[in-house]
């Protein structure tokens, strides 16, 4: 589980991004009832600008839900990063 603290009106607000944040990570979650779900570019060019300006880690959060349970979770981050991530520990 990411521990994290969500931002109220996410995306309502300029200068403050993202769905949620960390000490390390800003955050941008997408859920769905459907079996798929579209990955614009925009949406991820965003969230890692946005993180870069904020000296944190971008992460796209994204799952499938069945009614209110989700079913399913996935966590992405840029390639670039993966290195480094691992290296760390």
Known sequence: MIS???RRGSGAAPGLPGDAYGERFLLEAK???AQSFSVKL???TKIE???FMAGKIPL???GFATGDRI???WVAFPAYLFSQV???R
Do not use: H, M, P
């Open 42 to 44: 925009g949406d991820l």
């Open 4 to 6: 994290g603290r969500r």
């Open 71 to 73: 079913a399913n979770e």
């Open 49 to 51: 600008t946005a993180a």
């Open 31 to 33: 859920f769905t009832n």
């Open 86 to 88: 691992v290296k760390s």
């Open 60 to 62: 796209f959060r994204f």
